[in-house]
């Protein structure tokens, strides 16, 4: 790692006027568990590393039924996997945060970084696309509420400025009748990064599918939710041949590449019998 | 940039100076004196330097050297009784032959004892879930959960004072 200064800024406001003085060469330091790896590997060298964990208010972890899931900045994978409250409500990202990497790793990883990394296969991505979640950003200008559509902008890109911190992740309560599942699928189950991962969030009320969030992580630069898929189902009755041709479109839909990991082609095929998969474990929740 | 440090290392409080881009992991073999904990990958993959700080598991390769001001650190040091007694978990390594180059071992009996104190009486698979940040090149693990098996089974025979 190259030397740099370090800072562990109490507030938002000193937190922004650092990088502002570093101009833009700093780097918040979350859990540092893509951070720390990026430095030694020297893909980043920033002059200055400004550590969030000092700050307040940070850290809630809050969940009402009303208003929904509000996460701070500093929540860890860990949390989310042993809180009670995050399988209830919100299966699909509690499953993420299970299966991902280690308990070393998830005891320091934070949700927020993981969204923040902008990792086509960061497995928290689509589950929380899935169930339509926002963040809230903090920056010179005050404090602003985006989509998380559309956050991600390419591989390892965010539409953030280099002085502006993400504070909290906002997910909605979900409605009566909702069901939640996240698949990963991988070599093995633990210690790996996704080949193809599938979010699914489903609704249904009086027998048809009222709401739907289809979301595929690591086939295309940034998680990519599927409203070709989506739309078949939506406002059906999910039967047997709707959920096989949601499963096929979400196959047409995709743009994997052929890596290390998988080709292209199993990619595209995994991702079509995970979509069925997933469709179907939701439907059997709510039976 | 260099800054000082306080923090309590397997009970003992230390004070170090330490350069901010300096890993815990380095920093507790180098300045700390204290080699048990071993690097590996150096990148999160192997477990080979787990610690626990501020009672979680972490890997110290991960962590800042300056981010440990203020922290409870135990480290494989801190494990063992004394220079006279092993720690059971070292015991049943011994005993069911879970350390053959050794260089894994005290990452794995790190992450053994943070499991067993949060969870007395693990199953199999539960053992298996809580080391799989820590990879053997050597054993093939099954004696590795072995000894970890005995070790919660033992405790359970004998109340948990005897970890
Ligand atoms: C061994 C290993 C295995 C892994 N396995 C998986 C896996 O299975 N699945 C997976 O998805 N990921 C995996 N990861 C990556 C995962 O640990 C990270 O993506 C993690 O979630 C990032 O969070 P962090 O708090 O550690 O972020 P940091 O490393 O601190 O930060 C990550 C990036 O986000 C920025 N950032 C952090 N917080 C904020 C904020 N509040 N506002 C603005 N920018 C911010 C930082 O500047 C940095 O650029 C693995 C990593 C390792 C080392
Ligand atoms: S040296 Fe830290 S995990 Fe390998
Ligand atoms: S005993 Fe050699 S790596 Fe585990």
């Not at chain 2, 063992?80 to 894994?104: D, M, T, V």
Request: hydrophobic share 40%.
């Amino acid at each position: 790692m190259k030397s740099f200064d370090y800072f562990e800024p109490h507030s938002l406001e000193e937190a922004v006027g650092l990088q502002q003085q570093g101009q833009g060469r700093g780097c918040w330091l979350a859990g540092g568990t893509d951070l720390l790896v990026q430095m030694k590997e020297h893909v980043r060298q920033p002059g200055l590393v400004i550590n969030l964990k000092k700050i307040r208010g940070l850290d809630d972890f809050h969940f009402d039924s009303v208003t929904g899931l509000r996460l701070g900045a500093l929540v860890t994978a860990r949390e989310v996997e042993t809180s009670p409250l995050a399988h209830q409500h919100y299966a699909g990202l509690a499953r993420a945060c299970t299966d991902f990497a280690s308990i070393q790793v998830r005891n320091r990883a934070t949700v927020v970084g993981n969204i923040c990394r902008a990792s086509p296969s960061a497995d928290t991505l689509p589950p929380l696309l899935a169930d339509d979640a926002s963040l809230c950003i903090h920056g010179p200008r005050g404090t602003r509420t985006v989509a998380l559509e559309g956050f991600c902008t390419a591989p390892g890109r965010t539409i953030l400025a280099p002085d502006e911190i993400v504070t909290h992740v906002l997910v909605p309560a979900p409605a009566p009748g909702t069901a939640k599942v996240y698949l990963k699928h991988g070599r093995r189950e633990q210690m790996e990064l996704a080949t193809v991962g599938v979010a699914v969030s489903l609704t249904m009320s009086r027998g048809r599918c009222s709401r739907l969030g289809i979301v595929l992580g690591a086939v295309a630069p940034t998680p990519l939710r599927v409203p070709t898929a989506e739309a078949l189902l939506l406002d059906e009755e999910p039967t047997r041949d709707r959920v096989h041709a949601a499963a096929a479109a979400a196959a047409q839909a995709c743009q994997p590449i052929s890596d290390v990991r998988a080709s292209a082609g199993y990619r595209r095929q995994m991702v079509e019998v995970l979509t069925r998969r997933a469709l179907v474990q939701a439907l059997e929740v709510l039976r | 940039m260099n800054q000082v440090i306080n923090l309590t290392l397997n009970g003992e409080p230390r004070t170090l100076m330490v350069a901010c881009h300096r890993t815990l992991l380095d920093t507790l073999r180098l300045e700390g004196g204290l080699t048990g904990t071993k690097k590996g990958c150096d990148v999160g993959e192997c477990g080979s330097c787990t610690i626990i700080m501020n009672g979680k598991l972490v890997n110290a390769c991960l962590v800042l050297a300056v981010e440990a001001n203020g922290a409870e650190i135990i480290t494989i040091e801190g494990i063992q009784r004394s220079a006279l007694e092993l720690h059971p978990l070292q015991e049943n390594f011994i005993k069911y032959g879970a350390a053959q180059c050794g260089f894994c071992t005290p990452g794995f009996i790190v992450a053994a004892k943070a499991l067993l104190d949060e969870n007395p009486r693990p199953t199999i698979d539960e053992i298996r879930f809580a080391m799989a940040g820590n990879i053997c090149r050597c054993t093939g693990y099954t004696k590795i959960v072995q000894a970890v098996d005995e070790t919660a089974r033992e405790m359970q025979e004998n109340g948990r004072e005897a970890l």
